[in-house]
């Protein structure tokens, strides 16, 4: 199966911890998002992301969140000094080009602060 | 700011029964709506793609419509297995981001 693939399915932090949420794209794929999924709530963008370029961080919290998808190697999604509010399930996406291709997600990380 | 509102939140259908979901959104300038499906525990799966009013899209018991104000996606003769949540999303011109809807959560009763 050449899709989306996340890793971990399931990681649980205590506050104060660092979570780091890693993404493959699709084979062929240069182009990343992430989104959040908060519990009762719609999927929200937070982060666009090109090989080693961020094209688009509109969504992302200014603070302790970080994103960066190197030259080689997957996607990572960083969350430092997690807290409690970080508890969520964080979707990676991925299109072949930016020109209003589809965005194929991944199965998810669901991230539990204790 | 982009909106996207789905209705409704959750339906139930007896097998066989046909029904709609309907997608509003508000956006400055449509680049494409896209619908997805998406069951507990998984990723959203990848459905339709609409770029302008009057498309038309289908796929199997699913057909997905395109004004320009709302989208539908029709369901025909569902089967149990058609039970998900199902997701509408718009992508404006100039952006990339998706802006989702909160989904429409459906059981399918054999």
């Known amino acids: 199966n050449a899709g989306v693939m996340q890793n971990p399915r399931h990681l649980v932090r205590r506050r104060g911890q660092e979570a780091r949420l890693r993404c493959s794209p699709m084979?062929?794929?240069?182009?990343v998002y992430w989104y959040r999924q908060l519990p009762e709530e719609g999927l929200k963008f937070m982060v666009y992301?090109?090989?080693?370029?961020?094209?688009?961080e509109s969504g992302m919290p200014k603070e302790r969140f970080s994103a960066e998808f190197p030259k080689e190697g997957p996607s990572i999604l960083r969350i430092q000094q997690v807290v409690r509010g970080d508890s969520a399930a964080y979707f990676c996406?991925?299109?072949?080009?930016?020109?209003?291709?589809?965005?194929?997600f991944g199965d998810g990380t669901r991230l539990s602060i204790l | 700011e982009d909106q996207v509102t789905q209705s409704p939140e959750a339906l139930r259908l007896q097998e066989g029964e046909s029904s709609s979901l309907n997608c509003s959104y508000t956006v400055s300038g449509l680049r494409g709506l896209f619908w997805y499906r998406q069951d507990p525990g998984k990723g959203p799966e990848f459905l339709f793609t609409?770029?302008?009013a009057g498309e038309e899209k289908e796929k199997e018991r699913l057909k997905a419509t395109l004004t320009k104000k709302e989208s539908f996606l029709h369901i025909t003769a569902p089967k149990p297995e058609d039970s998900a949540t199902y997701l509408c999303a718009v992508r404006e011109k100039g952006a990339q981001k998706l802006v989702f809807g909160q989904g429409t959560r459906l059981t399918i009763n054999p």
């Open positions: 609409l770029y302008s």
């Open positions: 996406a991925s299109s072949q080009t930016g020109d209003n291709q589809p965005q194929h």
């Open positions: 084979k062929g794929h240069s182009h």
């Open positions: 992301l090109q090989k080693e370029n961020i094209i688009d």
